[in-house]
């Protein structure tokens, strides 16, 4: 191990350090000596005979010492190296390592101590007790904390022992070597600058430790510092901005984007949660944040209308608190989720049917809430009504008429408009409206006929409805509500409404005289209708009233004289042959037709052979010839009828007498003077006795009175002569106006009060029932006339309940 340079000089210092004093020899030479190697001549030292050496057996003792460090050579006397003699094995930290030994010699037996100092030579290096020294530092330490490292140790003592510590060069740590009390020294680190372990998580150096031999030896080690983490990073997000785009109504649980931010550091201090800066309520609902993996998803629908960029603020924090924030900008991108919405404006429900084309009626506002083409809305009406949409201002529309509306063919239009957006695919919505055209009085009434035939019996009831006319107006309520007149004319030179009514609600004509075919045959009026209107419209029709004849004339016969001038006298020539013409009887009847149509009849004759009449000439002519035996005096007895249903006749009496000459007919007077007039002539009697009596009778009655009355207080008799009008019905009215009855004529008028139907309600004769078909009587008889009338047909015609007049 040493090499012979260190040999050589070890020899040159043993022999500068031979010590030759007398008693205790010392010997010094270094350590570490080649086995072999001289260290001494101790015979010559101790001045020993060489030679005798062996024989004296000379040996060295090493005092007990299991070692044996050097031999001494016989032959020589040179102590040389026994084995190896390490200075730090046998003395260790000593600072000077002397070893006692003795020489033995014998014959004689002497002793002599020598000392062998050993010397330190630098043979050991500094030595560190690991091969590394471990420190975890907090990446917070300050600048100039100080850390203290192990010191090194080297075996060799002294100058050869450590001397000093170097560094290996690094921008963290100074050494600052110290010394202790008992001179070593050792080293610290001191920080010069922090240390950051995101940038560095472990600083190694290598420590060297130098002793001062020569040459120097050295060792060194490994400093291994751990970066400790200190939580001084934030978390940093990867963009400070998100920009993402999203369609609105995505569906929940879309991920809109996922933030991340990391943190240097470690552990905790590293470990990054999520959450939501401050959001407002709606937008918490909308949007989750994974606190973990940062990952935003939808809660809820986003709504472009609502909100067309939505900003989330967005926070990072470590473990320790630290955070930091960033933003996600969402850009909505619009769908067309809105269908466009209609509203109608001041529309008009009611038009007036005379509305012009053009006129405006309503005002349409359509609205979409949507964006760009989705929001574009176009609108429109269906075809085929009269109504069209004028684009106006922006989204507004007018609707108006395009043509004549007429309510009488259509009454109520359901619009349906329609407006559609641009969007893809296109929503639209629709919306009626309800147009009602209102009326206006532009139809007149109108009859069912050009015009109205009415046939009616004479001596028809007063007020029996003769025929009914009917017309119809398409108008609405009033404007279409018919009320009938009758215009005022003159029939006869009398105005029409003597003889009709006309209810003015139903169109029924009424009589209201009783008819005489024989004073008129038919006459024409003018029936007007009339709406309710304003202006009212109107029109008129004629209605022809036809009169039918009936049987209610007897025949009249003109000659004989009816007036029964008895002495009217046929003569009848006695030489008159058959056949031959002897008088004529002259009828008339005031009817018509059949009833006109008159018949003869002989129904009594003095000789019923004699005479014959013939049944529609009414021409009397002889049967037979006369013959001398005939009388002279022939009364005939003749009924003339007429053919109606019943038939009516009349007699008359004719007086025939046969003669050739007027001077043959002397009992003429006896033929007026017949027993009938003797009969008149008794009853003539009777009536004057009758008069005569029932006269002074009341003139006795009057007298009596007279007296009474002025014995008597007038009170009895007041108040009792007034004949009460009250008998009048209490919902009495008079009715007045043309076409319409008066109360002039002689019956009642009754209006239902309430109602305009007004029912002509006649008051009838309380013997109507009986009364005659002969209306016509304007016989102001007297009390003699009445007693002649006795006979029976007389007395049948003379009860007359009604006149009109
Ligand atoms: C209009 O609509 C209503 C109900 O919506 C319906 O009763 C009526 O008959 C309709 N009228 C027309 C003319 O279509
Ligand atoms: C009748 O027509 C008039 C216009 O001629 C109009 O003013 C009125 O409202 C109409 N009456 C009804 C009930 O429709
Ligand atoms: C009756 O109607 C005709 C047309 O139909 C008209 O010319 C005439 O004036 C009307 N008469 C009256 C009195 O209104």
Redesign the pocket.
Not at 538 to 541: H, T
């Given at each position: 191990m040493f090499c012979s340079a260190v040999e050589m000089f070890g020899l040159l210092f043993f022999v500068l350090m031979a010590h030759t004093a007398y008693g205790d020899v010392s010997y010094s030479f270094p350590e570490e000596m080649k086995r072999g190697s001289v260290i001494g001549n101790i015979a010559k030292d101790l001045g020993l005979d060489v030679n005798r050496l062996s024989i004296r057996e000379v040996r060295i003792d090493n005092e007990g010492n299991r070692k044996r460090f050097c031999d001494i050579n016989l032959n020589t006397g040179e102590l040389t190296v026994a084995e190896r003699i390490d200075r730090e094995e046998i003395c260790g930290k000593k600072a000077s390592c002397v070893i006692k030994q003795e020489l033995v010699l014998e014959n004689p037996l002497e002793l002599h101590r020598f000392i062998l100092n050993v010397e330190d030579i630098n043979d050991n290096s500094p030595q560190f007790k690991q091969s590394v020294i471990k420190f975890e530092i907090r990446e917070s330490a300050v600048k100039g904390s100080r850390y203290l490292l192990d010191e090194a140790h080297d075996a060799d003592i002294a100058i050869n022992s450590v001397q000093s510590y170097t560094l290996q060069n690094n921008e963290h740590f100074l050494l600052n070597v110290l010394t202790k009390a008992n001179g070593r020294k050792y080293g610290e680190l001191v920080l010069n600058k922090e240390l950051d372990r995101e940038q560095q998580k472990e600083v190694t150096l290598i420590l060297t430790a130098v002793d001062g031999g020569t040459p120097p030896r050295s060792g060194t080690v490994a400093i291994h510092v751990t970066v400790l983490d200190a939580n001084d990073n934030a978390p940093v997000f990867s963009q400070a901005v998100y920009k993402v785009s999203l369609p609105e109504n995505s569906p929940v649980d879309t991920v809109v984007v996922t933030v991340s931010a990391t943190d240097a550091d470690e552990g905790q201090n590293g470990e990054v949660t999520y959450e939501f800066g401050h959001l407002s309520e709606r937008l918490m609902d909308i949007f989750s944040l994974d606190s973990l993996s940062g990952e935003i998803k939808l809660t809820g629908l986003i709504d472009y209308e609502e909100e067309s960029l939505i900003e989330l603020p967005i926070q990072a924090k470590d473990g320790q608190g630290l955070a930091s924030h960033c933003t996600v900008l969402i850009d909505v991108i619009d769908v067309n989720d809105n269908a466009p919405t209609i509203m109608t404006k001041s529309v008009k429900i009611l038009i007036p049917e005379n509305a012009f084309p053009g006129t405006e009626v309503g005002i349409i506002n359509v609205q979409d809430r949507d964006s760009e083409n989705n929001g574009q809305v176009r609108c429109s009406i269906q075809q085929n009504v009269p109504f069209k949409l004028v684009p106006s201002i922006k989204n507004y529309y007018s609707l108006v008429t395009t043509g004549e509306l007429d309510r009488e063919l259509l009454s109520d239009y359901n619009l349906t408009i329609t407006a559609t957006d641009e969007g893809s695919p296109p929503l639209s919505s629709t919306k009626n409206l309800h147009l009602t055209v209102a009326d206006v009085n532009d139809n007149p009434p109108v009859f069912q006929e050009h015009n109205y035939r009415a046939h009616v019996q004479e001596n028809n009831k007063p007020g029996s409805s003769i025929c009914s006319v009917s017309a119809t107006d398409p108008d609405w309520r009033q404007n279409g509500t018919v009320v009938y007149s009758l215009?005022s004319s003159d029939v006869n030179g009398a105005p029409v409404s003597s003889f009709l009514s006309i209810n003015g609600d139903t169109g029924v004509i009424h009589a209201v005289r009783s008819f005489d075919y024989e004073q008129l045959k038919s006459f024409k009026v003018?029936v007007?209708a009339r709406d309710n209107g304003s202006p009212p419209l109107?029109?008129?029709?004629s209605v022809s009233v036809f009169i039918s004849d009936e049987n209610d004339n007897s025949p009249q016969i003109l000659y004989p004289s009816p007036e029964g001038n008895s002495f009217m006298t046929e003569m009848v020539p006695k030489a008159a042959q058959a056949g031959s013409l002897v008088s004529k009887v002259i009828a008339v009847d005031a009817d018509s037709g059949q009833n006109a149509w008159l018949s003869y009849h002989i129904i009594k004759a003095t000789d019923p052979g004699l005479f014959t009449i013939g049944v529609h000439s009414g021409e009397i002519r002889t049967q037979r010839d006369i013959s001398e035996s005939d009388s002279m005096k022939q009364n005939l007895i003749v009924s003339v009828r007429d053919n109606g249903q019943p038939s009516l006749s009349a007699t008359c009496a004719l007086y025939l007498l046969i003669s050739d000459n007027l001077a043959e007919v002397p009992e003429l007077k006896d033929m007026s003077h017949d027993e009938s007039s003797s009969k008149l002539t008794f009853y003539l009697i009777i009536a004057l006795v009758s008069v005569s009596t029932f006269f002074l009778t009341f003139i006795i009655i009057i007298l009596a009175v007279r007296f009474c009355r002025r014995r008597k207080p007038r009170l009895l008799f007041d108040g009792a002569v007034a004949i009460p009008s009250a008998y009048l019905p209490p919902n009495y009215a008079e009715v007045e106006g043309a076409g319409t009855l008066r109360s002039t004529y002689n019956y009642d008028a009754y209006l239902t009060t309430g109602s305009r139907t007004s029912d002509f309600k006649f008051v009838r004769s309380y013997n109507e029932g009986t009364l005659t078909t002969d209306l016509t009587l304007k016989k102001t008889q007297s009390a003699v006339d009445d007693l002649e009338g006795l006979d029976a047909e007389m007395s049948d015609s003379f009860q007359v309940g009604l006149f009109i007049y």
């Open positions: 215009l003018l007007l109107s029109s008129n029709v």
